[in-house]
């Protein structure tokens, strides 16, 4: 690492938000290099991964890592309809509006433990700064993409009494919309990109994230370029 060398770690995991937090610390940031950290953690849709080495490459990051979290999905499946193994994933329409903070697609302290494994690379490779995609969805919601929930983080690595990480979520007060025109601003590829938690052949268009991603699209007055089963 040189002088005038400012690098970062950014949590990719393929979809639309971590995608434009990729190239925007890239790019609007300027740091350099950006290591670039995902996750296979048994996640129903793992083409996703297949999406964030694209935007790796064309954000021209240093590296990429993809780690192997697979025992996560075996961990947690009786909790969460996102992995192998689970329930099934629900159309967002069947999901109780009660259950919207926290749906049957939450995964049992995922970001908590993704974001440890980034801080300790982090660490590793003396890089003081970790960027993850953490978006207020429009639709429902997850306590770990929060504001606090980063805060209270952040108290706990600076507890490290040599070189503490920062995590940094730059989206987390941003809309779905607002953060797709900051991807187009910066010149994204959004066919490169992955949201839809069936994982199927095409975007089912049914479940949560599928419908939060339509909806900004047509929120941002642009053509979604994924296959979609139904856009209903």
């Keep these: 690492m040189t002088a005038l060398e400012t690098p970062a770690v950014v949590l990719l995991s393929g979809g639309m938000d971590s995608s434009v937090l990729l190239h925007h610390v890239a790019k609007t940031l300027g740091r350099r290099p950006v290591h670039a950290v995902s996750c296979d953690y048994g996640q129903r849709h793992a083409r996703e991964l297949e999406c964030a080495a694209w935007q790796a ?16 999905g075996d961990l947690v499946k009786s909790g969460t309809s996102l992995v192998r193994g689970g329930a099934e994933v629900p159309d967002l329409v069947r999901i109780a509006e009660s259950d919207r903070e926290q749906p ?4 049992p302290n995922r ?7 980034a801080a300790a690379y982090a660490e590793a490779h003396g890089i003081a700064d970790v960027y993850y995609g953490a978006q207020a969805q429009d639709e429902y919601g ?3 993409c929060t504001a606090e929930f980063v805060e209270r983080l952040n108290h706990v690595l600076a507890l490290n009494r040599r070189t503490p990480v920062v995590v940094h979520a730059p989206f987390a007060a941003m809309r779905k919309a607002e953060s797709l ?8 590829d959004y066919a490169h ?4 938690y069936r994982g199927g052949g095409k975007a089912c268009g049914t479940c949560p994230t599928c419908v939060e991603r339509l909806n900004a699209f047509r929120e941002a007055g642009v053509t979604d370029p994924l296959e979609y089963e139904t856009t209903a």
């Design 111 to 117: 970001n908590m433990l993704l974001l440890a494994m």
């Design 181 to 188: 025109r900051l991807g187009l601003e910066l010149g994204i």
């Design 57 to 72: 490459l064309a954000a021209g990051a240093g590296r990429h890592r993809v780690l192997d979290m697979s025992f996560l």
């Design 193 to 196: 990109t992955w949201s839809c």
């Design 104 to 107: 049957p697609t939450y995964v």
């Design 142 to 144: 997850y306590w770990d």
